[in-house]
């Protein structure tokens, strides 16, 4: 199996504070996991590329700042949203590529809501 | 600029029929093709592959036809179940690349 965990599945925070997301890869090491963010109705847009023991490579137009992805072992990344705002309220979702495959299994999401 | 279109933002099938979901890419370099299945408030399911030395992929009731030549992939789903009522992405990637390129989704209904 290749089970990809994401925690929490929702929060609610006041804005202005940060908050942060895990993602771990339960049943095998992933060197490479992806951050997604997903709007209604909407496609996912990868926000970055996070590789375990090097910084992450983002996107175009997204603020590497603003959120910080650490990938600090082969089964955890994190990405923390900082000075959250009411515009960075969305679905967040992770993955993990497994081994050499293009295919990646994905964590059940975040509902971030930003007051 | 969208590399991989999903034309059809809706799809509605009587049970046990077939689903056959449309995806469409404009990046010819492209030569590994995905579905994903999701539901609200979920992560996607990874469902069938395809890559492009092949035609055709079959697992169970998904088959994927690539047709390479017409930049179109389809995912068949015969018979339907509702069960199979999600969103459906389609996804492409880049040999050598990482990174997963997505369509804007499907939502499929298979009615009872």
């Not at chain 1, 590529?97 to 299994?105: S, V």
């Not at chain 2, 992560?43 to 036809?65: A, M, Q, W, Y």
């Not at chain 2, 880049?94 to 499929?108: D, I, N």
Request: hydrophobic fraction near 35%.
């Amino acid at each position: 199996g290749a089970v990809v965990s994401q925690h929490p599945s929702w929060v609610i925070c006041k804005s202005g504070t940060s908050v942060k997301i895990e993602c771990r890869s339960l049943d095998f090491q992933a060197t490479t996991m992806f951050w997604y963010r997903q709007f209604p109705k909407q496609s996912l847009m990868l926000m970055a590329t996070s590789n375990e023991g090097s910084k992450a490579t983002y996107e175009q137009g997204v603020e590497k700042d603003k959120f910080l992805i650490n990938h600090a072992s082969l089964t955890l990344s994190t990405l923390t949203v900082t000075s959250a705002h009411p515009e960075d309220s969305s679905f967040y979702i992770c993955s993990a590529r497994k081994g050499g495959l293009a295919k990646q299994f994905f964590g059940p999401g975040t509902r971030l809501t930003v007051l | 600029d969208q590399q991989v279109k999903q034309n059809s933002p809706s799809l509605s099938v009587q049970e046990g029929r077939i689903s056959i979901l449309n995806c469409d890419y404009t990046n010819s370099m492209f030569d590994y093709f995905l579905w994903y299945k999701k539901y609200p408030a979920e992560g996607p399911t990874f469902l069938i592959s395809i890559s492009s030395i092949k035609d055709k992929n079959e697992d169970g009731r998904f088959t994927v036809f690539l047709n390479k030549s017409a930049k179109h992939l389809s995912l068949h789903i015969v018979p339907s179940q509702p069960g199979d009522s999600a969103v459906y992405f389609c996804a492409a990637a880049q040999g050598g690349s990482e990174k997963l390129v997505f369509g804007k989704g499907t939502k499929l209904t298979v009615n009872p």
